[in-house]
């Protein structure tokens, strides 16, 4: 294996597109030497973009792809009509071992579509499912599923608790990172049907930390590593916690607009606060992997920035040297060789 | 009907009973002369805490009930095996109409269960959801069902949908209250098999304002009055409000005591803010109605305090006024009367 990370990035994909895609890209490749990028998109467009700034010319490739997939476009009609696509190409290239990994802020389920049509599912997964990071008081956990297979069968449930796992202790060094499923109560009674067969399963698996049902309210103090739960309710969490933190956020410094006196105290607060609330921005923490395919596929926000953009790209490096597909395939093995005896 | 609403008021249900319940109820009384209250519990243990008040005395009546249904308590087992518990005395008074309402603090599941079993469902009403209100930038929203059935069919999300907005349009006096089913996505197509199957039912309702899909990221904004979906993505939303707003708030207490200069900005903002939170408070809002039954049933936090617990009495005398129950069983039998056509 070489020791560049080769990314192919969506550089029309996202409403900062293609500004602040670029501009990521070059962070990148500022900050390290082992990678190098494959931006994806028009070509005269990304010439012009990147001859405003300075960087090892070697660590970035223009591939030339004429079309664009909209966020509005049905996603699987999408990515069989437009070949010549930004998303359509760097998943190619993917697929051809050409690149390590994509990158995107485009369509949500373009790229869900793409990732397992054209970059494949690792033999075994029965469905990739999408993986972000979120903030918690205590630091991280991961969120998995939460948006890529509605209406999951417990089966799915368990391979999301081991690859999230896998995730965890490789990439974020996490120890032996705990998992918990998505209850509405914490005795193992409690739950809809699919939770109430999935419990057992999981509590039956030797090779994850498994810790039980974990309640919506305890999400946010940092109740489990690995919170396990199907897509519909994972978007729900996800999205949710971006618009409690927001409204909250409005409010309060709309109160401390409110007086004279609160307005001098905001004043002195904003340092402070501002360093707390980062730690809470969703955004700090890169994109999500679409895990159990046959090479790394991220999905960074539509509304990400360069930043969050380099910050995805970065993590790649560790993906790819922590060698997660290779041991996503070997617990996907085993379980299937258990299932076999 | 007499000018006067009965309330049975569960004096042994929650974290701070009876202390907190008792006085939630003398408060309310000092409040209002309309209403009475039938405090169930142990009558030793309630006359003690009564004699530490001065109230209007023919307005609070102690009825004996010799045993207390735990939270932990299996629901079902309880409500059968505990015939003499105060969760049980009070839920036949209102059976027998000795009481309008009923209140509760204590164990969700046994007043969930003691609603269906003992008071019973209006006819024609498949299920009788949990309705609480919460709060938004713009005020606040109802979310229905929050708890009550798990794993519910399309029927029930329509039928939630028109008891919504009949207790947001009557109750809090939203004129033609808009309606929205919770989804992960804003288009007609996306959603799991449940909501897809939904989303036409409503649509087809002339009887409530329905505008479509919610995504979890609006609903802080106040995106619809009435938020519909089944009981398991509502719990989550409703816990993890709770949470993701506690948890904020003390990384924000946190981060203001960090330096000598953001403790002086805290003491200058504290009162615009403390104002500020109230109005994000979900105990601020009162209990939650278990809809849908023959005669009114509020379950409140388990935490409440006398202010909750006041609070919560005080809307039973608005739900009762303005013939909720009256209106539910209308709008189910036009439902069936169109179903028969």
Partial sequence: MSDITRIALDAMGGDNAPGEIVKGAVEAVQKRNDIKILL???????KKELSGYTYPAEQIEIVNASEVIETAEPPVKAIRGKKDSSIVVAMKMVKKGEADAF??????????????????RIKGVERPPLAPLFP?????????????????????????????????????????????????????EKGNALVKETFPLLKACDDINFIGSVEARDIPYGAADVIVCEAFVGNVILKLYEGVGGALISKIKGGMMSSLR?????????????????????????????????????????????????????????????????????????ETQENLE
């Fill in 40 to 46: 994806t998109g028009k070509e005269e467009v990304l």
């Fill in 103 to 120: 990158v995107s802020a485009g369509s949500t389920g373009a790229v869900l579509v793409g990732g397992q049509v054209l970059v494949g």
């Fill in 136 to 188: 918690t008081v205590k630091g991280a956990s991961l969120l998995i599923d939460c948006g890529a297979n509605v209406d999951a069968r417990p089966s799915h449930l368990v391979q999301f608790a081991k690859m999230g796992s896998i995730y965890m202790e490789s990439v974020m060094g996490v120890k032996n990172p705990t998992v918990g499923i998505v209850n509405i109560g914490a005795e193992e």
């Fill in 262 to 334: 609160s307005k001098i105290g905001a004043l002195l607060v904003k340092p402070a606060l501002k360093e707390t609330l980062k730690d809470f921005d969703l955004s700090e923490h890169g994109g999500a992997p679409l895990l159990g395919l046959n090479g790394l596929v991220v999905k960074t926000h539509g509304s990400s920035t360069s930043r969050e953009i380099c910050n995805s790209i970065i993590q790649c490096v560790t993906f790819r040297e922590q060698k997660i597909n290779e041991k996503i395939k070997a617990a996907i093995q085993q």
